[in-house]
């Protein structure tokens, strides 16, 4: 996206405002000028002599350099077309002329035009917004509002956030959410918090090392109930990560993964013990897994395009923080039945009910603790001491 300066956002205001103030000081003056000439007992002696000064003042300035002329001046043979005939105007013709006033007109319904709606947010609000917008790399407006509504009680529509986005970040629209129809079956019909989902991906380190991450999670809350990372993902060890996130006493009755080489007959029997039917999607299917590939583009989106590990454990330090960043403090697209955003388990106690709308509860502030070295943060309230 095309970055914009500040600095060229008020220079270009302040030109286009310093223009104006002379483009209308130039109006009034010759108003000015018409009104004394207006004065004496006649008033079309009067408008011809300031037509006549007009055109002399042009005439003048060409003198010392050739210039065309200003706006003021155009504006005042508009003005006084009113007064008396056109064709007295010697050096105008009238087709020009009726450009002017085409040109005046457009400048007139542009103003008379201008965005009248809702009145501006608090400025404390506005200053959280772009405090959370600073803050988080690759947050989206719709993100925005729920982090304001889930940690704070304010209630910010998504449109109202990209208002006063910053200019130098595209705020985006986000991914489509998903049918209808596909919600009420994975929700209803199938019973989404019994539902697991898996997968693979790969994280490539500082020495161009391949590293591959399974990550399993709970389809109805978006919970992440397992990860690990290996160099090489076989199938034993694959079998072993089942054992460990799929105990005998879980409530999970269905597994979605891929046909992937690492997940052979025996680690689908693996999962089979415990009374879970696995699912495998169809091949080149990544829509059949979307839960768990949208999961894998959100980490990689938010955390690891920004982080470079050094090698398996430090990966395994990133991801450990993350996953509770996830798993207690992100917002997710998926409502709880009050319309709130979800998140899959969060932690500490709720936010005071707020004052209003927009108003954060009184005898509290803000208090942001940086995650991942600042790369998103949490938010909480804090009583004032």
């Not at 060409?62 to 003005?79: C, K």
């Not at 709308?357 to 991942?372: K, S």
């Amino acid at each position: 996206m095309l970055y914009v300066s500040d600095s060229y956002i008020w220079n270009m205001l302040l030109r286009n405002l310093s223009h104006l103030f002379v483009t209308l000081a130039e109006c009034l003056g010759r108003v000015a000028s018409y009104l004394f000439w207006a004065s004496l007992p006649n008033n079309i002696q009067a408008a011809k002599i300031v037509s006549l000064t007009t055109e002399l003042t042009a005439y003048r300035g060409r003198d010392v350099r050739p210039r065309r002329l200003t706006d003021g001046a155009r504006l005042t043979f508009v003005w006084l077309t009113r007064r008396f005939d056109v064709s007295d105007i010697v050096h105008v013709q009238k087709d020009t002329l009726a450009r002017w006033h085409r040109h005046a007109f457009r400048l007139f319904w542009r103003w008379k035009s201008r965005r009248r709606g809702r009145p501006s947010l608090p400025k404390k609000l506005r200053k959280l917004i772009r405090q959370v917008i600073g803050d988080n790399k690759r947050i989206g407006q719709r993100q925005v509002a729920d982090i304001l509504l889930r940690s704070f009680n304010l209630l910010v529509s998504p449109r109202a956030v990209a208002k006063y986005w910053p200019r130098r970040v595209d705020p985006g629209k986000g991914q489509p959410v998903g049918s209808w129809t596909w919600l009420k079956f994975v929700h209803k019909r199938a019973r989404a918090n019994a539902i697991v989902a898996c997968d693979f991906f790969t994280v490539v380190t500082a020495t161009f090392r391949t590293l591959y991450v399974l990550v399993m999670m709970e389809v109805g809350s978006r919970k992440i109930i397992h990860y690990n990372v290996t160099a090489h993902p076989t199938a034993e060890w694959t079998a072993q990560q089942f054992r460990e996130a799929l105990s005998p006493d879980c409530n999970y009755k269905t597994l979605i993964h891929d046909n992937g080489s690492a997940f052979t007959k025996e680690v689908d029997e693996v999962a089979e013990a415990v009374g879970i039917e696995v699912k495998k999607t169809p091949f080149q299917a990544p829509k059949a897994n979307a839960y768990c590939e949208r999961l894998i583009g959100t980490t990689r989106r938010e955390c690891l395009d920004y982080l470079i590990a050094f090698g398996e454990g430090h990966l395994k330090l990133i991801l450990n923080e993350w996953v509770d960043y996830y798993n207690h403090h992100r917002p997710h697209r998926g409502k709880h039945p009050d319309g709130a955003p979800r998140i899959p388990e969060p932690i500490g106690p709720p936010p005071p009910p707020a004052l209003g709308r927009h108003q954060i509860a009184e005898g509290y502030e803000i208090e942001a603790t940086p995650i991942l070295g600042g790369l998103r943060h949490r938010y909480r309230l804090k009583k004032v001491a």
